[in-house]
């Protein structure tokens, strides 16, 4: 959608936006994909990013009219909210803290081995018994993990090492409670919009709860840096990521939190070719050495709304300058790239790098068309 609007292309962006209200409708959430067996599981919730982009189009009565749809796409994620207690701790897609506070997680519903990756499912889930887990147990961690997007990170790992560890549902993850703080406000603002403009004031409220919660439990004071946060250890996960630039984006990290979030970047994450998405390379594809557009995108903007705007500007020089070289050897602009060895291409994951990507055309579009 950001490189549809600067190749004049609104009419798609309605349509788009259209059709995840559709599949909300008619299925109560995005499936993770347009196919029955991804029914138990979602796209993170980016909906009211895209509400807020087309408003910008076609003004603010965008949010009136998509509002139905975002208050049932959060009910989605917040179901069992309200049964959440000491007794029971998490429910499908949220968990209580110890001090109260109510997080998300990614999840899924089924305990089995995915349709698309079924023979790979099984086979793992026979390596990850002499790590102690159960295969039903694996198979919710791997498509919960599906459910994120970053299929696969080691950020989802026990031992970063071995995939047999996943434990996805035990994270608390950085990212999606961003991306639901976004939810609540652009909630907040469309009820003021509409004829029942009530809720409003909850959903601020909501909002300012999350923020809080989230700075609590996901700033680690120590590595300076937003982290996962492990439930069940009551404590961070040890896998720094791009994840960890969402509160950046979202403008609710504190100044001196992000001014060491872009000591980070500058150190650890920026490489020749853009920034990778962790840093460990485990053999997964949302690992070193690999960068991908949408994390390019929220780094640069996140970095832009601190006022680092040479450090984004060098990111953004270098991945552009990534997808043309490519280009120009390929003819191919590329699902993902190689950003620590630009001569090399992505690796890693169940699949070979995908020719030709929506969001690597779109953010490359965005770019170069935004200062």
Not at 26 to 54: C, D, E, K
Not at 177 to 202: G, I, K, V, W
């Amino acid at each position: 959608m950001l490189g549809l609007l600067p190749a004049g292309k609104d009419g798609l962006i309605r349509d788009m936006v259209h059709n995840f209200a559709y599949l909300i409708d008619t299925y109560g959430h995005i499936p993770n994909a347009n196919r029955s067996y991804y029914l138990t599981r979602s796209q993170p919730p980016f909906l009211a990013l895209m509400v807020r982009l087309l408003a910008k189009i076609d003004g603010p009565e965008v949010y009136a009219t998509y509002l139905p749809h975002m208050q049932k796409e959060y009910n989605y994620w917040m179901d069992g909210y309200f049964r959440l207690s000491d007794r029971e701790t998490s429910f499908r897609r949220v968990v209580i803290l110890p001090d109260g506070s109510i997080l998300n997680r990614y999840w899924d519903d089924l305990p089995a081995p995915r349709p698309e990756s079924y023979h790979e499912d099984v086979e793992m889930a026979n390596y990850s018994a002499p790590f102690g887990v159960e295969p039903g147990t694996f198979y919710r961690h791997i498509r919960a993990a599906c459910e994120s997007g970053w299929d696969f990170s080691c950020r989802w790992f026990k031992d970063v090492d071995h995939m047999e560890t996943i434990h996805t549902t035990d994270i608390i993850p950085v990212d999606l409670n961003c991306l639901l703080y976004e939810l609540e406000l652009t909630l907040s603002e469309a009820y003021n919009q509409s004829s029942f403009s009530d809720p409003s004031a909850y959903f601020l409220q909501k909002a300012e709860k999350r923020k809080k919660a989230m700075i609590k439990y996901f700033w680690n004071d120590e590595k300076k840096f937003f982290m996962d946060y492990d439930s069940v250890l009551n404590k961070s996960t040890t896998v720094m990521s791009l994840a960890g630039i969402y509160p950046l984006f979202f403008k609710m990290a504190t100044n001196e939190q992000a001014h060491h979030v872009h000591d980070h970047i500058i150190k650890s994450f920026l490489k020749k070719g853009g920034v990778v998405s962790s840093l460990y390379k485990s053999g997964q594809q949302w690992d070193t050495p690999n960068g991908w557009a949408p994390l390019q995108y929220l780094t640069y903007e996140g970095l832009r709304n601190y006022n680092f705007l040479d450090t984004a500007a060098e990111l953004k020089t270098r991945w552009i300058a990534l997808n043309d070289k490519v280009f120009k050897e390929t003819g191919k602009m590329m699902e993902k790239y190689n950003v620590v060895d630009i001569d090399l291409p992505a690796g890693g994951g169940e699949y070979p790098n995908q020719d030709g990507f929506g969001w690597t055309n779109g953010i490359y579009l965005w770019m170069i068309n935004n200062p």
